[in-house]
């Protein structure tokens, strides 16, 4: 093994290897942990405001028991926890942030490899993203979902609260109800125990190679999340002696199987942004396309909410992401090398399914289109993108007269007012919920559609925005139209009663007004004024890229790699 770089520090003699070593000593470490040995970061997202990683105390101490078993050092870190349901006015507009905290953290200080602890939906993109800048060896470990919840005799999850949203305006359930199902839904550790972003996100991380097998499913509360977390501390130290970084792993054939993969589990649409923002950093050319083009041929395999019926803690007793893997054999490029060090066919070479109701064969899937369709026309010339898998087959080909809302205050202002004219023809757009325009590019995508008409029994539309959606949303959505109405789009033009035609089967997304008309209006069209003059917010609006090439800031692309030039004291 080649010296290392946290040599760099603690193998030092005089002075700065004194500075080095002597505060570390303070909290009870013996001298021979300085000996040379792997030092190994546990980057932990814990936070209690982040309630879908408040159990990571405990995870990381298993890392560290693996870590010590197999001779190395570890030492557990902080960074900027985003928790998905409080973080106002989205997570999203703080995933560069702390990607950049993490990029800075590794590179700052004397790691030989690390553990990326990871679960609430921008956590694990966050991590990745800023770890891919650096480019040690690292290896990731999701928090695992939650157990599913259960209210009145029924199965919940996340995908739920649309519907008790719906149910409780329309004074099907009370007040009442409706707080006694918080408590039951949410009822252990862990992330969201749907396929939403948060699993979407551990199955990329796991399909990607970035995890030991079985990462994605496990649920948070049963202790074999402890062992695989033990079992990846053990890892990570052999990884850092073998030199196995994320850019041998992180190859073109890894995202082309990662796209497969999402496909196949019906994951959200969320994927493509952090997908793109990862290819970005550690400089795979990947482009909106590519997720067309590889998930066209994957039917959906995974029964899972909020494209099928079940849960991921189902998912796992069904045989584990390594199933889903398994029965896409022959579509998968399977030498992919991942963390343990085999090829990702090789890992899935024994599963098992043990329930067809949860994971089907390629011959007889559950649905036969996934994945994500890229919609191009004058009204997204960069692209925008569905979830097939979670819209309405009768409205994939729709022409429908526009009913627009300028930004979410203006949507809510007016969604109910007993005057507006809407009806179930109609599509609904959204504008300025963008990379710049919100900032953040919040998931109000799948705007609730209005009590009159939920009241006709109409529980799906299409709707059109330049935002996002959570991944435990679903409808005939169309989300992250590029370029989007704060950067000038031509969804900025959109006026009331325009005719739009929707075509998912032919990929496109047309506004019916002429060239020369459009030209007219954008004489009229200001931008949306963002009255961010100051900080990071700023800065995010001024260097976030558009959705279709993942959201990153331009100036982060790329890595700057691990190595430290400058040496004070
Ligand atoms: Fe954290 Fe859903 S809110 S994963």
């Given at each position: 093994?080649?010296?290392?770089?946290?040599?760099?520090?603690?193998?030092?003699?005089?002075?700065?290897?004194?500075?080095?070593?002597?505060?570390?000593?303070?909290?009870?470490?013996?001298?021979?942990?300085?000996?040379?040995?792997?030092?190994?970061?546990?980057?932990?997202?814990?936070?209690?405001?982040?309630?879908?990683?408040?159990?990571?105390?405990?995870?990381?101490?298993?890392?560290?028991?693996?870590?010590?078993?197999?001779?190395?050092?570890?030492?557990?870190?902080?960074?900027?926890?985003?928790?998905?349901?409080?973080?106002?006015?989205?997570?999203?507009?703080?995933?560069?942030?702390?990607?950049?905290?993490?990029?800075?953290?590794?590179?700052?200080?004397?790691?030989?490899?690390?553990?990326?602890?990871?679960?609430?939906?921008?956590?694990?993109?966050?991590?990745?993203?800023?770890?891919?800048?650096?480019?040690?060896?690292?290896?990731?470990?999701s928090?695992g979902p939650?157990?599913k919840?259960?209210?009145?005799?029924?199965d919940?999850g996340t995908s739920?609260?649309?519907?008790?949203?719906?149910?409780?305006?329309?004074?099907?359930?009370?007040?009442?109800?409706?707080?006694?199902?918080?408590?039951?839904?949410?009822?252990?550790?862990?992330h969201c125990a749907v396929m939403g972003t948060a699993s979407t996100m551990a199955t990329m991380v796991e399909a990607?190679?970035?995890?030991?097998p079985n990462n994605a499913a496990i649920p948070?509360?049963?202790?074999?999340?402890?062992?695989?977390?033990?079992?990846?501390?053990?890892?990570?130290?052999?990884?850092?002696?073998?030199?196995?970084?994320?850019?041998?792993?992180?190859?073109?054939?890894?995202?082309?199987n990662s796209i497969m993969v999402n496909a196949a589990i019906g994951g959200s649409t969320n994927f493509?942004?952090?997908?793109?923002?990862?290819?970005?950093?550690?400089?795979?050319?990947?482009?909106?396309?590519?997720?067309?083009?590889y998930s066209?041929q994957i039917p959906l395999l995974g029964n899972l909410q909020p494209s099928g019926k079940f849960f991921m803690e189902d998912l796992y007793y069904a045989g584990g992401l390594p199933a889903i893997i398994k029965e896409l054999k022959?579509v998968l490029?399977?030498?992919?090398?991942?963390?343990?060090?085999?090829?990702i066919?090789?890992?899935s070479?024994?599963a098992i399914v043990y329930d067809r109701n949860i994971v089907a064969t390629m011959a007889e899937p559950f649905k036969p289109e996934s994945g994500i369709?890229?919609?191009?026309?004058?009204?997204?010339?960069?692209?925008?993108?569905?979830k097939p898998s979670a819209a309405?087959?009768?409205?994939?080909?729709?022409?429908?007269?526009?009913?627009?809302?300028?930004?979410?205050?203006?949507?809510?202002?007016?969604?109910?007012?007993?005057?507006?004219?809407?009806?179930?023809?109609?599509?609904?757009?959204?504008?300025?919920?963008?990379?710049?325009?919100?900032?953040?590019?919040?998931?109000?995508?799948?705007?609730?559609?209005?009590?009159?008409?939920?009241?006709?029994?109409?529980?799906?539309?299409?709707?059109?925005?330049?935002?996002?959606?959570?991944g435990t949303?679903f409808?005939?959505?169309?989300?992250?139209?590029?370029?989007?109405?704060?950067?000038?789009?031509?969804?900025?033009?959109?006026?009331?009663?325009?005719?739009?035609?929707?075509?998912?089967?032919?990929?496109?997304?047309?506004?019916?007004?002429?060239?020369?008309?459009?030209?007219?209006?954008?004489?009229?069209?200001?931008?949306?004024?963002?009255?961010?003059?100051?900080?990071?917010?700023?800065?995010?609006?001024?260097?976030?890229?558009?959705?279709?090439?993942?959201?990153?800031?331009?100036?982060?692309?790329?890595?700057?790699?691990?190595?430290?030039?400058?040496?004070?004291?």
């Amino acid at each position: 093994m080649e010296k290392l770089r946290s040599q760099n520090w603690f193998g030092k003699k005089g002075k700065d290897g004194f500075i080095y070593r002597a505060w570390m000593k303070n909290q009870g470490i013996p001298a021979d942990m300085f000996d040379g040995r792997p030092v190994i970061g546990i980057c932990n997202t814990w936070s209690e405001l982040t309630p879908c990683n408040a159990h990571f105390r405990d995870l990381a101490e298993s890392v560290k028991k693996g870590v010590l078993e197999a001779g190395g050092f570890p030492v557990e870190f902080p960074v900027m926890s985003l928790g998905e349901t409080l973080i106002k006015p989205t997570a999203m507009l703080y995933r560069n942030l702390a990607s950049m905290d993490v990029e800075e953290s590794i590179r700052a200080n004397p790691i030989d490899g690390v553990v990326l602890l990871c679960g609430c939906d921008k956590t694990t993109p966050s991590l990745i993203m800023g770890a891919c800048s650096v480019d040690i060896p690292t290896l990731v470990i999701s928090g695992g979902p939650m157990l599913k919840g259960h209210w009145r005799g029924k199965d919940i999850g996340t995908s739920d609260v649309w519907r008790f949203d719906e149910a409780h305006k329309l004074g099907e359930i009370t007040d009442e109800e409706f707080v006694e199902a918080e408590a039951c839904m949410a009822r252990t550790q862990g992330h969201c125990a749907v396929m939403g972003t948060a699993s979407t996100m551990a199955t990329m991380v796991e399909a990607l190679g970035l995890s030991l097998p079985n990462n994605a499913a496990i649920p948070a509360a049963d202790v074999r999340r402890k062992v695989l977390s033990q079992l990846s501390g053990r890892r990570i130290v052999e990884m850092v002696k073998e030199d196995l970084k994320l850019s041998k792993i992180l190859t073109r054939e890894a995202f082309e199987n990662s796209i497969m993969v999402n496909a196949a589990i019906g994951g959200s649409t969320n994927f493509v942004i952090h997908l793109l923002a990862i290819a970005g950093r550690i400089g795979v050319d990947l482009t909106i396309d590519d997720f067309d083009k590889y998930s066209q041929q994957i039917p959906l395999l995974g029964n899972l909410q909020p494209s099928g019926k079940f849960f991921m803690e189902d998912l796992y007793y069904a045989g584990g992401l390594p199933a889903i893997i398994k029965e896409l054999k022959s579509v998968l490029h399977d030498d992919a090398l991942t963390v343990n060090g085999k090829g990702i066919g090789e890992n899935s070479e024994k599963a098992i399914v043990y329930d067809r109701n949860i994971v089907a064969t390629m011959a007889e899937p559950f649905k036969p289109e996934s994945g994500i369709a890229v919609l191009r026309g004058n009204l997204s010339p960069n692209g925008a993108v569905i979830k097939p898998s979670a819209a309405t087959p009768a409205l994939m080909k729709h022409r429908g007269k526009a009913v627009v809302f300028e930004t979410i205050e203006d949507y809510h202002t007016r969604i109910e007012d007993p005057n507006l004219a809407i009806d179930e023809t109609s599509i609904m757009v959204l504008k300025n919920v963008g990379p710049k325009g919100y900032p953040g590019m919040a998931e109000v995508g799948n705007m609730g559609i209005p009590k009159k008409l939920l009241e006709k029994g109409v529980h799906d539309m299409v709707r059109i925005s330049d935002g996002r959606m959570s991944g435990t949303g679903f409808g005939t959505v169309v989300l992250h139209v590029s370029p989007e109405a704060a950067d000038g789009g031509n969804i900025a033009l959109v006026q009331n009663g325009d005719y739009i035609s929707l075509d998912v089967e032919n990929r496109t997304l047309n506004l019916e007004v002429s060239e020369n008309e459009l030209i007219e209006r954008r004489k009229n069209w200001k931008p949306y004024d963002l009255k961010y003059n100051r900080g990071y917010v700023n800065l995010y609006i001024n260097h976030v890229e558009q959705a279709h090439l993942g959201a990153d800031m331009d100036f982060l692309k790329g890595g700057s790699g691990s190595i430290v030039t400058r040496d004070s004291h």
